[in-house]
């Protein structure tokens, strides 16, 4: 199980860093430059899919649950905790760096997503949904691939978006990933119940 949780963590970590690096020209790698130069389709199509994205795992969690729904706990409980840590951690960190978001930054141009008022760094949005990814992978190793792929496509949206920047993308995903990988190694042998 834990080489399941290990993979799913670099698929998060690379499938973000490719999506990211194939972003269309004109993507915000600093300020926000408000879709500036992107077809009309695209910026509607980020400001509309984004925000949507996260709530995909919702039936992803379902397909991994649903053919074997006794051995599911121990993943349910890697995605709950894992997201409930990543979020504690990640706000605690947001407090510590202090990172202005893109969209906030001094000249910025309006960013396609509505600014958060808190700080950039790290993304607890890309820390939640990797954890809830490493979650699916416990559960089910056919959809390990589809929920990193996914929570890649979430993070590299909310830099598509202009909230954040792939530094702290990243480190949200490696944070998601790394929490509940480590829950991931301890939650089985506390859920174990005699038949």
């Known amino acids: 199980m834990w ?3 290990i993979t799913c963590g670099l698929l998060l970590t690379a499938a973000g860093s490719v999506i990211l690096a194939l972003a269309p020209t004109g993507a ?3 300020p ?3 879709g ?3 077809p009309r389709w695209a910026v509607v199509a980020v400001a509309w899919a984004v925000p949507l ?3 995909l795992f919702v039936p992803l969690l379902v397909l991994a649950i649903r053919p074997h729904p006794q051995r599911a706990l121990p993943g349910l409980l890697v995605a709950a905790a894992g997201a409930a840590l990543t979020l504690a951690i990640g706000s ?5 760096f202090q990172g202005v978001r ?14 958060p008022p808190d700080w950039s760094y790290p993304s607890t949005i890309s820390g939640l949904v990797a954890a809830v990814a490493v979650g699916v992978a416990v559960i089910s190793r056919r959809l390990a691939v589809t929920a990193a792929v996914l929570a890649a496509l979430c993070a590299a949206g909310r830099v598509l978006g202009g909230v954040h920047s792939v530094p702290d993308v990243l480190a ?11 829950l991931a190694l301890w939650v089985p042998a506390a859920v174990r119940t005699p038949v």
Do not use: E, F, N
């Open 36 to 38: 500036a130069g992107w």
């Open 172 to 182: 949200g995903l490696v944070l998601g990933a790394a929490v509940a990988g480590a």
């Open 3 to 5: 080489r399941r949780t």
């Open 28 to 30: 915000p790698a600093g």
């Open 53 to 55: 994205l996260p709530v």
């Open 32 to 34: 926000m430059v408000g």
């Open 92 to 96: 605690v960190l947001k407090d510590q």
């Open 102 to 115: 893109p969209c906030a930054a001094p000249g910025a141009d309006r960013a396609l997503l509505s600014c």
